[in-house]
């Protein structure tokens, strides 16, 4: 005689029909509850899901794709793995697609490689996968135009342009958030260090370089303002903090990292240089990147984990109503105050404004 496997609680897990019983509803509800097909409620799909794991039962993939006519699978593409930010990014989009039983292929498209060049033309092409999250992509014209042409709903964190929907924080407003905090200490002359070109973080430093211009003009500050070239890397923002922190007799007061990396970096300098954070020098970053706290780091907060929940559930709108058109979803960052500012020395700023006038 045939055997069944058990499930769970000991007894023959047959399949929906023993999920429905269970959870008390009909069987075409257990199935769009477990699919994700149809509408069902919270508290409905929430007790199908509870009374499948009672009893062990897993639906089949293909059995939901032929249901649906969906793959059940989301395409995730990204520049980096390793990097705090898009690490994640990736745990929160994981997370919310485990919630809803889905499954998630992962593309790792590194610019300027071959890789990513196969990635955008051959595998992202054969569709397997129900729609697309792209994190921190600054695509060229003709990935943007690979993407859309896709006709599989695409949602980007950070970048990828008004193509496609976006979560994002507000960037400019991060950047002159923290600087308006430096100006509101009596910091005049600033740094902000960041904004290489030709990175894969361009679009960002582009909006948080003109959120710390607007508010040193804002403040009148305008000509204070200063813009030193750095890698987005702690190493990065060490190498240009050594540079700017070199001549005691013109450096700046205080220094806004276009991200935590850079700002922590810049901290590891000055500690070098024995310039004192922050009774000499005052350093603000944004991100609340994990070593913030380690640091004493001032900054501001994202929650990139909640970046990328909140692009999935975007992306689910999206892949249930195909014509929904594309929005922006805009989060504002949270200052997170520690111990890296403090108001400038006034000695130092005396003695700068007096170089100046010579």
Known sequence: MRQ????????????????ARRAGVSKSTASRAL???????????????????????????????????????????????NRWFFAEVLEGIQTALLERGLDLTLYDA??????????????????????????????????VERLVAMGRPVVSVVGAGSETSSVAIDDEHAARRATEHLLELGHRRIAFVGGEPDHHWAQVDRS???????????AGCADEAI?????????GGYAAAVDALGDSRDRPTAILGTCDEVAIGAIIAARRLGVQVPSQLSVVGIDDHEF???????????????????????????????????????????????SSTAP???????????MRRE
């Not at 059995?63 to 793959?71: D, E, I, K, N, P």
């Not at 948080?208 to 804002?218: I, K, P």
């Not at 907060?301 to 692009?311: H, I, K, L, N, T």
């Open 35 to 81: 699919s994700g097909g149809g509408y069902v409620s919270e508290e409905t799909r929430s007790r199908v899901r509870r009374a499948a794991y009672e009893i062990g039962y897993a639906p089949s993939t293909s059995a939901v794709s032929l249901a649906t006519g969906r793959t059940q699978n989301v395409g995730v593409v990204m520049p980096y793995l």
């Open 4 to 19: 069944r496997a058990t499930g769970r609680t000991g007894s023959v897990a047959s399949g929906i029909e023993d999920v």
């Open 344 to 354: 400038p020395p006034t000695h130092m700023t005396a003695a700068a404004a007096d």
């Open 110 to 143: 590194e610019p300027g490689t071959d890789g990513r060049r196969r990635i955008f033309d051959d595998f992202l092409a054969r569709k397997r996968f129900d729609g697309l999250i792209a994190v921190g992509l600054e695509p060229d014209d003709h990935e």
């Open 292 to 338: 913030a706290e380690m640091f004493s780091l001032t900054t501001l907060r994202q929650v990139p984990r909640e970046q990328g929940a909140a692009a999935v559930e975007l992306l689910l709108d999206h892949i249930a109503d195909p014509d929904r058109p594309p929005e922006q979803t805009s989060l504002k960052a949270r200052m997170v105050m520690r």
């Open 227 to 235: 813009h030193i070239r750095s890698e987005v890397t702690i190493p």
């Open 208 to 218: 948080r370089l003109r959120g710390f211009h607007t508010a040193m003009e804002d």
